[in-house]
């Protein structure tokens, strides 16, 4: 069962430009994850929220959890055709021992020089 | 420093034939260990997870099963393949929760395998 949902599935848009991508779930979680993935490789960690409402920036990029801690957003200014990857959303979902990590349905970004 | 890895890196298997797929983490020890699938562009999908030595934690009910043998060793495997199991293979790593570990996983290169 995929909990959290991601928008927009695609997008294409000029260097320059500034994006906006959503992850929303009716589930709470103890943190929230965002990563990025390049064809052929594994995922990896761009930031971690943890508390509602948090916001953590990383150079261009802004994240930020919701205040029930059940979506977060991410957001790019001035994307660079470097930006170009599938980002992920992953939920932390505690259980015995251990965390259970949930994945958004992923959002194919395409930055055009 | 810790590391992952995974092999094979590409698999093409006919139907119905078996699947081992091994992934192993140095550098670190009493992981979190994880499997995951990938269709093409998509999220991935939690297929087990693993706490400790022999526990194993199954998501989705499936043609697939797993196996922890020692403390830094992950299996994945099929006795008999279906075309649906085809996608990219994913094994990742955790560090053990505790109190005020947010949580990180740390994946391996993947596998890609293609079913005919």
């Known amino acids: 069962t995929q909990l959290l949902e991601q928008s927009p599935q695609f997008l294409s848009i000029q260097e320059g430009e500034n994006l906006t991508v959503y992850c929303n779930s009716s589930?709470?979680?103890?943190?929230l994850q965002w990563y990025r993935q390049e064809p052929g490789e594994g995922p990896v960690l761009l930031v971690t929220?943890?508390?509602?409402?948090e916001v953590k920036k990383l150079k261009r990029l802004t994240f930020q959890f919701g205040d029930a801690r059940k979506d977060s957003s991410l957001h790019i200014t001035a994307a660079q055709t470097g930006d170009t990857g599938l980002y992920l959303c992953?939920?932390?979902?505690?259980?015995?021992?251990?965390?259970?990590?949930?994945f958004g349905t992923g959002t194919r970004l395409k930055v055009l020089a | 420093s810790q590391t992952i890895h995974q092999w094979p890196a590409t698999l093409v298997q006919p139907v119905g034939s078996p699947l081992s797929l091994e992934c192993t983490v140095e550098?670190?020890?009493?992981?979190?260990l994880y499997w995951y699938r990938q269709a093409a562009g998509r999220g991935l999908q939690l297929l087990f997870y693993?706490?400790?030595?022999?526990?194993i934690s199954s998501e989705v009910p499936q043609n697939l099963s797993a196996s922890r043998p020692q403390d830094r060793q992950f299996i994945l495997s099929s006795k008999k393949l279906l075309l649906s199991d085809s996608g990219f293979y994913l094994c990742?790593?955790?560090?053990?929760?505790?109190?005020?570990?947010?949580?990180?996983?740390?994946f391996g290169e993947g596998s890609r395998l293609t079913v005919l």
């Open positions: 693993s706490v400790g030595i022999g526990q």
């Open positions: 992953a939920g932390a979902k505690a259980t015995s021992g251990t965390y259970k990590y949930i």
């Open positions: 929220v943890v508390t509602g409402g």
């Open positions: 589930s709470v979680f103890s943190s």
């Open positions: 990742a790593w955790s560090k053990i929760r505790t109190s005020g570990y947010t949580g990180e996983l740390f």
């Open positions: 550098g670190t020890s009493n992981p979190n």
